[in-house]
């Protein structure tokens, strides 16, 4: 295994995680999950990836950004497996590839504004893709994917910290990595997510659509460390339809990623840290969590 097919290998196609109302904007994908490198899509073979991502949440934001009177505070521990397999085969001149996440939660939250606090834990919303494309050029990549989450989780209106959603969310992927040095030793990345929700059965309420951008610059060292800023931008574009709001609910923030390859093991392990510096609430929440994530990722090459 060379150099060069050690970090290609590395570059995981970025994708998801679990869907809890402490952790998305409005939809089922977790900003944060994926950072640097994360929109270049592997060689053939089948990946196992395991998510691990503590969420503290230290207070509330309503549609102008101010903090929720009260104490409000929070915790989403979460887990998530998620498989990938690229066939080998290639379409429109991309290699072509298949994905499934299965995501486990535990969601606290103590909530003044409620009276009270609300918890749950479980299996969250499945996701299945079925489309992964990644082009692969002398010093770029780019990848396009697309999948659905199901509703496959228990979900209950009357808890804000439920692990479901009540609906489902189709999500399409959009990204690129440009390499600035022949080496490839420096990276600057965008991955973005565009998801569109069905009806919620329970509260005859649709989410709106909403748009999310992670974006990395990294620098992988001679040793083989990636260091980078990481960050992510997100942003509700439309009002839930059936919904008592008409805000829209967005998210920002700032943090550093490292990772590293063992490519005799077929191992990589990645660790970031965020810190959200904005929130607005709006949408079926009404009110937006800001806080700070820590994020590990562990990649087994099967």
């Not at 309503?62 to 521990?77: I, L």
């Not at 590839?97 to 918890?119: K, Y």
């Not at 992927?173 to 069905?198: C, F, I, P, Q």
């Amino acid at each position: 295994m060379t150099l060069q097919h050690s970090f290609r290998l590395a570059a995981l196609l970025g994708t998801t995680l679990a869907a809890t109302p402490a952790l998305a904007v409005n939809g089922h994908y977790v900003p944060g999950i994926e950072g640097l490198s994360a929109a270049a899509a592997p060689p053939a073979g089948l990946y196992y990836r395991a998510y691990l991502m503590r969420y503290d949440i230290d207070s509330f934001r309503d549609a102008k950004g101010d903090a929720a009177p009260g104490s409000n505070s929070g915790s989403v521990n979460a887990l998530a497996h998620r498989f990938i397999w690229m066939t080998g085969k290639t379409f429109l001149g991309a290699d072509y590839g298949v994905e499934t996440i299965i995501p486990m939660l535990d969601v606290e939250l103590d909530l003044d504004v409620a009276g009270r606090s609300f918890d749950d834990y479980g299996v969250g919303d499945v996701f299945v893709g079925p489309v992964i494309l990644g082009w692969h050029g002398e010093r770029w990549d780019a990848t396009f994917a697309a999948g659905h989450w199901f509703d496959t989780a228990d979900f209950d209106a009357d808890n804000p910290a439920s692990v479901g959603k009540g609906y489902g969310t189709t999500m399409l992927t959009l990204g690129g990595m440009w390499h600035l040095d022949a080496e490839k030793t420096w990276n600057v990345s965008a991955l973005s997510r565009y998801e569109v929700k069905t009806e919620q059965d329970e509260t005859n309420i649709t989410p709106g659509d909403s748009w999310l951008v992670e974006w990395g610059i990294g620098h992988r060292l001679e040793n083989g460390l990636e260091l980078g800023l990481v960050g992510y931008d997100a942003w509700q574009l439309e009002a839930d339809e059936g919904a008592a709001t008409t805000a829209k609910a967005e998210r920002h923030a700032i943090g550093v990623e490292a990772g590293y390859l063992w490519p005799s093991a077929g191992v990589m392990l990645k660790g970031a840290a965020y810190h959200e510096y904005d929130a607005e609430g709006g949408g079926l929440k009404g009110l937006e969590s800001e806080g700070d994530a820590i994020r590990l990722q562990l990649t087994k090459f099967l």
